[in-house]
């Protein structure tokens, strides 16, 4: 199983990006995908999920409105566009799989993780 997040970089407060995470080893489309963030010396923290079917998302307060989770079942790729980024957005940012069809805010709710990809913005 592999979980490769990319996208990530240095931006300015108020600019976009937009977070892939390829997924392999696995049925992509049998499972909910989640993201998390961990800002240095904080714990992990959800962002973002979506159902296998892409039909149900969910956000953390802090980021509705300004960000939005997506997938293609066709690629095997879930996604985060994030705009009105702001400097406390900083963080490494990480996808999972959760352990079925739904998904979870909590980070015991996901089976699989990729390795990370940074964020910062800038002020």
């Known amino acids: 199983v592999q979980l490769q997040a990319s996208g990530g970089g240095l931006v300015q407060t108020g600019g976009s990006l937009r977070l892939s995470c390829a997924a392999s080893?696995?049925?992509?489309?049998?499972?909910?995908m989640g993201w998390f963030r961990q800002a240095p010396g904080k714990e992990r923290r959800f962002v973002a999920a979506?159902?296998?079917?892409?039909?149900?998302?969910d956000y953390a307060d802090s980021v509705k409105g300004r960000f939005t989770v997506s997938r293609d079942n066709d690629n095997n790729t879930v996604y985060l566009e994030m705009n009105s980024l702001k400097p406390e957005d900083t963080a490494v940012y990480y996808c999972a799989t959760a352990w079925g069809y739904g998904s979870s805010t909590r980070t015991s709710g996901y089976r699989y993780w990729g390795q990370g990809t940074l964020v910062t913005v800038s002020s």
């Open positions: 979506i159902s296998w079917s892409g039909g149900t998302t």
């Open positions: 080893g696995f049925t992509f489309n049998n499972y909910g």
